[in-house]
């Protein structure tokens, strides 16, 4: 089946400590992006890769980070700089970015929480 | 500025009945829009999108339309199901290498 996955789907962390979520498609799309999710709010965009070796900073970019060493994979971190970092991470695909990638394709999401 | 909302954030009808969740936007340059279903604890699936040169595009038992006069978006869900529960969210896109826009979503509750 191809589609989209995240890891893992509960993550728990201390303060302090950085963490990397994991997020691996074999849909062979050039964009890759990460979203944070707050309970009753929208996504709002961290980081985007268009194509390998390439990433962009997006709206809320500050305390994370992100490397595109492969097609197939775009790992997040979440690190100590990141003030708020209890929330659901989305990650998603598109064919490339923008009006001709057409729509994005959502993994199942990780849940992290700072303890 | 340039932002896409939801006019309510909670709709709650009837099992059977047709369901119609509201959206508006104001960049008049976006050319893209896509309706996605988040289910709890899920990522957001796709349902429609329709392209700013069309005003009304239909799918299974879904509907958009697309008012550009007014800059408003709507998803009409026919004969509402109780797997239609979930949060939905309207996206938007304008220009060649812009990234999607999220609206904040709204809840569709369907009462048996």
């Known amino acids: 089946d191809g589609g989209i996955t995240q890891s893992p789907k509960y993550l728990f962390r201390k303060e302090g400590q950085n963490v990397t979520l994991s997020c691996e498609q074999n849909?062979?799309?050039?964009?890759m992006y990460w979203y944070r999710q707050d309970p009753g709010q929208g996504l709002r965009l961290i980081y985007y890769?268009?194509?390998?070796?390439?990433?962009q900073k997006g709206d809320i970019a500050e305390g994370y980070s992100v490397s595109r060493e492969k097609k197939e994979s775009f790992p997040l971190t979440v690190t100590s700089a990141q003030k708020n970092p209890t929330a659901f991470y989305l990650c998603?695909?598109?064919?490339?970015?923008?009006?001709?990638?057409?729509?994005?394709?959502f993994g199942p999401g990780t849940r992290l929480t700072v303890l | 500025g340039e932002s896409v909302g939801l006019h309510l954030p909670t709709l709650s009808v009837q099992e059977g009945d047709n369901s119609i969740i509201n959206c508006a936007y104001s960049?008049?340059?976006?050319?893209?829009f896509i309706w996605y279903k988040q289910e709890s604890g899920k990522g957001p699936q796709f349902i429609i999108d329709?392209?700013?040169?069309?005003d009304k595009r239909q799918g299974q038992r879904v509907t958009v339309l697309l008012n550009k006069t007014v800059k408003h978006l709507s998803l009409q869900i026919a004969a509402t199901q109780p797997g239609d529960s979930a949060v939905y969210f309207c996206a938007e896109l304008a220009g060649a290498n812009s990234k999607l826009t999220f609206g904040k979503g709204i809840t569709l509750s369907v009462r048996p």
């Open positions: 849909l062979n799309h050039d964009a």
């Open positions: 890769s268009q194509i390998v070796n390439d990433f």
């Open positions: 329709i392209r700013s040169n069309m």
């Open positions: 960049n008049s340059a976006s050319d893209y």
């Open positions: 998603a695909s598109s064919i490339v970015t923008g009006l001709a990638g057409g729509e994005q394709f």
